[in-house]
């Protein structure tokens, strides 16, 4: 055999010789001998295979040795949060009345809130690493692959404070905070196994990481079931009947995995079928061909599936779904190189149709199962009967606007307005007749009457301007009659409409909630590289103003969810989220502004991620309290009437305690 390796620590000439030196033959030390005569045998070949020892392997190129750095530095960052699981924070003394019982209750909501954000940022890091290094090393961008590195450790170091005070809360509310210190010290140790396997220099086979990446998975939904906080959407996460009581885990896995498993299954005949056009094709190359590509398509499915098995616990996230995504995209591309690999090597009309028809079960398996997380992933309420009629129209409405100068745009707007209007009256008469209540029945019929004739009067605006779009005077007609069928619409189908936009402006105020808990975990994360301290203190100031609006916008999430027809719950909710626009526009500026004095190129990679995320969820988050506003903007006495009864009922417990001299200062109050 033959081994090439690279010496680095010697210099000199190269020499000439040869190897064949003449024999000497001395007398031995016990006389003459007997010898024989005769022929060597023959040349035999033998091929040992195995992994090659590291020292025989290739000098890191310079990113694989940034990414080695940032995997070590990362590793110290999870040992030590991990020792510092070892106990909870020790809580001051709180009294029992009803403004203790109220610190309690949303400090638990705000550290379930960012301890969820920070495994939603940890599980979508580890799938993010599975999904970038599963091809040729040589193509690998290792700065992304830091930068999920770096976004795993921040947000674990950031979780762990929060994990010691939400532990203590539950041991003073009488539940088991033992039991959530060991499930985060499990979580630890699981992102500690990942990252030694993640380096560049391991050895280890492929398997050895995904195995390590599904038990992030694992230990993640373990944490979140703790907390009460992990995506329990039956129809999200579970089958629907089933013989046996299913273990924490499958409960947790079980629809997703089936479905991931359902693309394997597939891709696994596609396999086959390869093989077949391989094994009749005479040209070598375009045999290599075939068989390289179905070997990627199994490769890139059973990534798939240890993808799904990492994010299933928090699917709900919109980071985690986009990494499954990418996953699905990896099997989709090697599903087509499979048919084209195929191709190229046969023209036998049955084996391509084979392979034909087992890559379309491929991709409908994989259909299935991101159509699966676009319908469920949300966490939506099922579709009523107004709300697709009732959404139609209120984008029609917008896209009208837009469309102005196109006349034949305008005019299709105008009839799938229309339709939509016919839908939703007939839903309403619908819902008339069987109205037991005149009354009722005569408001519903009434609002059906008043709909049906904003309808006809945007109609025919559309109609005016559409013919002369110049006109100035046929546009604010078309205005007036677009608002006017905005408040019909709002009128017919009011309370539908503003349970759906409630709940779009909840979804919206998570999402923006948990991309500032994660960019403020970046920027904390970014600190000790960043060559500019003005940059880096402007954006530490953003990040202490912003985490003093996360806690309200996430009591007015929690109070809109648990109160749903409660007024002064959905103003709180929308009040928090307008308050939340101007910091969090602020937080954006400055991460922005500091990611090019950010020297290590992971953490400015993530700094700039994140930051690009709380601008989008920002954008969603300003659109919802907008529209929610309208909706429940007529609300504003009753909520203030709510609000005066709930305070007058907080001064008589205040009083009450302080008669029976058990009233505690809160923590931070004298």
Avoid at 292 to 307: G, R, Y
Wanted: charged share 20%; proline share 4%; with cysteine.
């Amino acid at each position: 055999s033959t081994l090439l390796q690279q010496q680095f620590n010697q210099v000199g000439k190269v020499e000439h010789g040869s190897v064949a030196l003449p024999a000497i033959m001395r007398s031995g030390a016990g006389g003459p001998e007997n010898f024989q005569v005769g022929s060597m045998p023959q040349a035999q070949q033998q091929i040992t295979s195995g992994q090659m020892h590291w020292g025989h392997m290739p000098p890191l190129t310079s990113a694989q040795q940034a990414l080695t750095g940032t995997i070590n530095s990362s590793m110290q960052a999870v040992n030590a949060a991990q020792a510092n699981l070892d106990d909870f924070d020790a809580l001051p003394p709180l009294g029992q009345d009803a403004a203790a019982k109220a610190w309690r209750k949303n400090k638990m909501d705000e550290s379930k809130h960012e301890i969820h954000s920070q495994v939603d940022a940890i599980t979508a890091g580890t799938a993010s690493v599975v999904n970038l290094t599963a091809g040729d090393p040589a193509d690998t961008d290792y700065t992304a692959v830091g930068c999920a590195v770096t976004t795993i450790s921040s947000n674990l170091t950031e979780m762990s404070r929060g994990v010691k005070l939400l532990a203590a809360l539950m041991e003073d509310e009488g539940g088991n905070g033992r039991q959530l210190l060991h499930a985060a010290k499990n979580l630890a140790g699981a992102v500690s196994e990942l990252l030694k396997t993640a380096q560049p220099a391991s050895a280890e086979p492929r398997q050895v990481l995904l195995q390590a990446a599904g038990n992030v998975g694992q230990t993640s939904g373990e944490l979140l079931q703790q907390i009460g906080e992990c995506d329990t959407d039956p129809r999200f996460q579970m089958a629907a009947a089933r013989a046996t009581r299913p273990t924490v885990s499958e409960q947790r896995t079980d629809m997703l995995m089936q479905l991931a498993k359902a693309v394997a299954s597939a891709a696994a005949a596609l396999v086959l079928k390869a093989k077949n056009v391989a094994e009749r094709t005479d040209d070598p190359v375009q045999q290599a061909q075939v068989i390289a590509a179905a070997t990627q398509c199994a490769l890139s499915t059973s990534q798939l599936v240890a993808c799904t098995k990492v994010v299933a616990p928090t699917i709900s996230s919109p980071v985690c779904q986009q990494q499954l995504l990418e996953a699905g995209k990896q099997v989709a591309k090697s599903v087509e190189g499979c048919v084209e690999s195929s191709k190229e090597a046969t023209s036998d009309p049955e084996l391509l149709k084979a392979v034909g028809g087992a890559a379309a079960a491929v991709t409908q398996a994989l259909n299935d199962l991101l159509q699966h997380i676009k319908n469920n992933a949300s966490g939506a309420p099922p579709t009523g009967r107004y709300d697709q009629a009732t959404d139609t129209i209120l984008n029609v409405t917008e896209n009208i606007f837009s469309s102005m100068g196109d006349a034949g745009e305008m005019v299709r707007q105008a009839r799938i307005l229309a339709q939509a209007t016919s839908d939703l009256v007939g839903a309403i008469k619908a819902d008339a007749e069987q109205e037991s209540d005149l009354e009722n029945s005569r408001k519903l019929l009434s609002a059906a009457k008043l709909l049906a004739d904003a309808t006809a009067r945007m109609v025919e605006a559309a109609k005016g301007a559409a013919a002369h779009p110049d006109s100035e005077e046929q546009q604010q007609k078309l205005r007036e009659a677009a608002e006017g069928l905005r408040m019909a619409t709002n009128a017919a189908a009011q309370n539908a409409i503003k349970k759906k936009l409630v709940h779009k402006l909840e979804q919206a105020a998570k999402q923006a909630a948990a991309s500032a808990t994660q960019t403020i975990a970046a920027a904390q994360n970014a600190a000790s590289s960043n060559k500019n301290p003005a940059a880096q203190q402007q954006l530490v100031q953003s990040c202490k103003v912003v985490a003093d609006q996360i806690p309200m916008l996430v009591q007015g999430v929690r109070g809109s969810q648990s109160q749903p027809d409660s007024p002064s719950a959905q103003l709180s909710l929308i009040s928090a989220s307008q308050n939340f626009l101007q910091p969090g526009g602020k937080l954006v500026a400055s991460g922005k502004a500091a990611v090019p004095t950010v020297s290590d190129p992971a953490s400015a990679m993530q700094l700039g991620q994140c930051t690009k995320n709380l601008a989008t969820a920002l954008a969603e988050l300003r659109t919802a309290a907008q529209k929610a506003q309208e909706a429940c903007g007529p609300l504003e006495i009753d909520s203030a009437l709510n609000l005066i009864r709930s305070l007058e009922q907080d001064l008589q417990e205040a009083k009450a305690a302080a008669r029976e001299q058990k009233l505690q200062p809160l923590p931070g109050e004298t």
